[in-house]
């Protein structure tokens, strides 16, 4: 049983340039979301997803884009890297939407730099 | 709207001491609360977690964390700190962005250092 599983787990970006985050989870979770952390402020949701086909923004969503084709899969797009962007990218996948089921379930996380 | 408060970006203590973490939120409705921690290099993991069946919570590796009402608090302590404990904590609240309990709202963390 894998969990969470993220790619890549480093990676050095252009600016202007884009990629593809990927997270995929095999334990049936519903919700996925995708957090960036920096040092300092802690983790601050970027976008989620309630189910397949569904997303749905979080308290930073510019600059980022999320698809959820395959309920097992969620993944985190940056169209044109910037600077700002260069952070630890964490996904996390939950089994409930009632908060007192919730428990998340992480990723071990992406290091992102964008030059 | 929720919010979380850690106090303390770095906290230090010895080998064998006690670890007290401190968590304060702010919340409108009944809050679930939580502890997560995180080990270098790697993703988050549940603590603990409070749901309002009892306030005072029991956790994993010997934590335990005290949900008090009157003071919106959910300090995090442990009485015998070992070099494993060493790593960061986060405190969360649900209830974040879009309305989905699901979603949390961390604090910034507390980074635990321990000395032999």
């Known amino acids: 049983n894998a969990g969470v599983t993220q790619t890549p787990k480093f990676r050095v970006l252009k600016t202007g340039q884009s990629m593809t985050l990927l997270c995929a989870q095999d334990?049936?979770?519903?919700?996925m979301y995708w957090y960036r952390q920096d040092p300092g402020m802690g983790l601050r949701l970027i976008h989620y997803?309630?189910?397949?086909?569904?997303?749905a923004k979080g308290e930073v969503p510019d600059g980022y884009n999320v698809s959820r084709l395959k309920k097992q899969n969620f993944l985190l797009g940056l169209e044109s890297a910037a600077p700002s962007q260069t952070s630890v990218y964490f996904c996390a996948s939950g089994n409930s939407d009632r908060g007192e089921n919730e428990k998340l379930f992480f990723g071990s996380g992406t290091q992102l730099s964008v030059l | 709207a929720q919010s979380v408060t850690q106090l303390g970006s770095h906290v230090s203590v010895s080998e064998g001491a006690l670890v007290l973490l401190r968590c304060n939120y702010s919340?409108?409705?009944?809050?679930?609360l939580f502890w997560y921690v995180q080990y270098p290099n790697q993703g988050l993991q549940l603590l603990l977690k409070y749901t309002s069946a009892a306030t005072l919570v029991k956790g994993i590796n010997g934590f335990e964390a005290e949900f008090k009402k009157s003071e919106t608090s959910f300090h995090l302590t442990k009485p015998s700190a070992h070099m494993s404990d060493a790593a960061e904590y986060f405190c969360?609240?649900?209830?974040?962005?879009?309305?989905?309990?699901?979603?949390?709202?961390f604090g910034k963390g507390t980074k635990l250092s321990v000395k032999p």
């Open positions: 997803s309630v189910g397949e086909g569904t997303t």
């Open positions: 334990m049936n979770h519903e919700y």
């Open positions: 969360a609240v649900s209830g974040g962005p879009g309305g989905s309990q699901g979603n949390l709202i």
């Open positions: 919340s409108s409705v009944p809050p679930y």
